[in-house]
């Protein structure tokens, strides 16, 4: 892996852009808020996220003791589902970017699915991954590693990003999803969904085999499976701003990290993204393997999404058709 272009500086290019378009200005200063500097307030702390993130690490923890092959391919399973299908697909490129179009309920689907990845409710995701994409590495950015690469991994969710006022954060930053009927009653519904699979684990494994293998369930399939697939997701936001090269130059540090990639599912190809963020496949080059787009594509054969933007340009897109037309 390189470093392929040296970082821009702080904020240069944008203060640049901001004196050159006027008005724009103060729209802009105002659409970055709240800072990182202005998160970082005692009475912003989410004793709601800390809480939640320690008590599913500190039960990971016991993962060595209560092992069983059983719940290790549950966990497996579980993980694909929850990382590559209800994160990479339904959370980000579906939701967050809507690169593709599908019916309601597939689309319920699959947030459903990344509601379980104890990710926080699709309202509060899409909204900061917005707001991570119009002011990436600048001022603004929820979980740039210029403020820290602690920081951007894991340290950045100890303070809200909405500073206070989570209505209007999130009607600024998914107005769309915030309309939505559906997508308020997931956005209450993210404790009582996770209890529900712990029980239903924990059952399952009581039925099969007893109570060694209920807990082995509760603590692989769920605790375990949720901290690896929040680990994998963090990495996209740390090290694919740090370590990897760059197809594009893009205006931040974003870059393709093929560890990233593998364990987040295709995510790590972060540069790909930055530059195309529409683009439901994040592999452009032939070895940039994206599991996800594989699922996506399935998908498109089966008819259930359409309209998938798999192409960088209306150029791309035209050509694309054509060749297809001529076979
Ligand atoms: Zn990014
Ligand atoms: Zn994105």
Known sequence: MSIATPAPPRSGSFETAQHDQGTEVKKRKKDVAPTTEDRKRFANISYWAIGWLTMAHLIALTAPWTFTWEALAVT???????????????????????????????????????LLAGEGTPLDWVADHRKHHACSDQEGDPHSPRDGAWWSHLTWLAFHTHNGDRTAYLKRWAPDLYKEKGMRVLDVLFLPAHIAVTGILFAVGYWWQGMDLAISMVVWAMFLRLVTVLHATWLVNSLSHMWGYRNYETTDDSRNNWLVAIVAYGEGWHNNHHAYPRMAKHGHRWWEFDITWQAIR??????????????????????????????
């Not at 209800?86 to 309920?105: A, D, E, N």
């Not at 089966?302 to 058709?321: F, I, M, N, Q």
């Open 76 to 114: 497996l399973v579980l993980h694909w589902m929850a990382g590559s299908l209800g994160i990479c697909l339904g959370y980000h490129r579906l939701l967050t970017h809507t690169g593709m179009k599908t019916y309601s309920w597939v689309r319920y689907f699959f947030t459903t699915i990344g």
């Open 298 to 327: 399935l998908l498109r054969v089966l008819g259930l999404v359409w309209d998938v933007v798999d192409y960088r340009t209306a150029a791309e897109k035209k050509s694309a058709e054509e060749a297809k037309g001529a076979t």
